[in-house]
């Protein structure tokens, strides 16, 4: 047997194996799954390749990324990706499971059809409110690339100047160029191109709306760089970054300059319909991080908005808490089964007596004057609401901060591992930054469908082990 059969023989071994934990694993977890589906392109073929991945927090509240399948698009003949995304869910028995679903711009146009097919497997929380869930990173993009367009004849002025042959698709690098040009125009090295005319040079009033949308799209970069750089964000994480950006935007499309108003009012009207799908997701997980609750919520939204926050934050947590039956999320928790409905449901009850004292009216009198004087204990949603913002740290980590008090929160903690868990971006790192979809890694493209599935997959299960 060649190398290469034998190479292909281990890989798949080892995704069987794998696989069977992993099926495992799902079939153990009792709290609810969030979905992705990304397009990615091979830029030489032009090929297009479809990764399925889900996304949960386990019960050592860690956040995981398990890709479930990965297939070149050309290869699945008439099945669409929305046919092989429910087939990938019923393969690994997590269709009851379902919590949301992730998508970047390239298949937004997948989702109504794939809302109709999951409405007839599971019951959306919210009435679908939660579906689907746009990438972030894809707004921030489209909203510069918005701000460029209106200087796209000045920068191709710009690019005859000074560009570098090889540069990659990336909004910021875009920006670092320009910056550079300008330092070059200020130190007077286009002055002899423009006495030569061999090229276009911008005039005084283009320089000037290259340095405002420079100076535009760097602060955008500053506010999210440090979140995108995060390999896998929760999504209590996102509001404050994105409420920056909305806020900034709004603060310059009054600029007294006209380009800056004009060129920022327009950016703003693509965010605003991104902010308009998302708020409410955004906020809810930004309710969930003890450091803002719903005071950092009704500092960033209007009133009405706040109101419809907290109207469905309690219709959530009214999901949970008739589930409370269902297995705790919670490890360490050793509370009976009576101990644990006195709690949930702010009433006496009475413990097992022993045969001999069941009987006794003494007891049972006892047990009706505890009743009757008895006041329901709040909910935890109710003291988690009450209870004062924890104080602010750059290094604070919301999952530890809930696997250490989850016992305090029982019904809460429950909402909080699912929706911290659902993926607001879909790529990190420079990727994030990106104005061209996301390339395959070309490694794989040598291999056999099955086996570059047995690969991705693999690789994401296997992902933080030693082995």
């Known amino acids: ?11 798949l071994e080892l995704y069987k194996k794998e696989q069977i934990k992993v ?6 977890h009792a709290g609810k799954i969030s979905f992705s589906v990304e397009l990615l392109r091979e830029f030489v073929s032009f090929e297009s390749f479809v990764c399925i991945s889900a996304h949960y927090i386990d019960e050592d509240w860690k956040l995981k990324k398990w890709v479930l399948n990965f297939f070149c698009d050309s290869t699945m003949d008439a099945d669409h990706p929305n046919v092989v995304f429910m087939k990938s869910l019923k393969e690994y028995g997590v269709e009851g499971k379902f919590l949301t679903f992730s998508v970047r711009d390239d298949a937004v146009l997948y989702v109504d059809d794939l809302k109709e097919q999951l409405q007839e497997k599971s019951s959306f929380l919210l009435d679908g409110k939660l579906f689907p869930v746009l990438c972030s990173s894809d707004i921030v993009s489209r909203v510069v690339q918005k701000g460029f ?3 796209d004849g000045i920068i191709d002025k710009v690019k005859t100047l000074s560009w570098p042959r090889l540069a990659k698709p990336l909004w910021y ?4 160029n320009l910056s550079k040009a300008i330092e070059l125009k200020e130190m007077g090295e286009f002055s002899s191109v423009e006495e030569g005319g061999f090229a276009e040079v911008p005039s005084e009033e283009e320089w000037g709306k290259v340095k405002s949308m420079c100076r535009i799209a760097d602060r955008i970069y500053v506010i999210t760089k440090g979140l995108f750089q995060v390999e896998m964000p929760t999504s209590n994480l996102f509001l404050p970054h994105l409420q920056e950006i909305r806020a900034y935007l709004t603060q310059e499309s009054a600029s007294s300059d006209a380009f800056v108003s004009l060129v920022t009012q327009k950016m703003l009207i693509d965010f605003n319909k991104y902010w308009d799908d998302m708020y409410l997701l955004l906020s809810i997980a930004a309710f969930l991080d003890p450091r803002y609750k719903m005071k950092f919520v009704e500092f960033c939204l209007s009133e009405s908005e706040a109101a419809v926050v907290l109207e469905n934050i309690y219709k959530l947590y009214d999901v949970y808490e008739v589930q409370r039956d269902q297995n705790m999320y919670l490890l360490g928790d050793s509370s009976s089964e009576e ?20 009987d006794l009216n003494v007891l049972k009198e006892y047990c009706d004057t505890v009743q009757s004087k008895y006041e329901p204990e709040k909910s935890d949603l109710e003291l988690y609401l009450e209870e004062p913002v924890v104080y602010w740290m750059d290094n604070f980590c919301a999952l530890k901060w809930w696997k250490e008090n989850g016992l305090k929160y029982p019904r809460l903690s429950k909402m909080a591992r699912d ?14 930054f990106s104005i061209e979809p996301r390339e395959v890694d070309r ?14 997959c693999t690789q994401s299960w296997k992902s933080g082990s030693k082995k």
């Open 1 to 11: 047997m060649s190398t290469g059969k034998v190479y292909e023989a281990k890989v």
């Open 23 to 28: 099926k495992e694993t799902f079939s153990k």
């Open 173 to 176: 690098l875009t920006t670092c």
């Open 443 to 456: 490694s794989l493209m040598s291999l056999k469908p099955e086996v570059m599935n047995a690969v991705k």
């Open 149 to 151: 367009e209106e200087i």
């Open 419 to 432: 929706l911290l868990a659902i993926p607001v971006t879909l790529v990190s790192s420079y990727e994030a």
């Open 339 to 358: 101990e644990e409905d006195k709690i949930g449901s702010g009433k006496y009850v009475m413990r097992k007596w022993g045969n001999n004292l069941k």
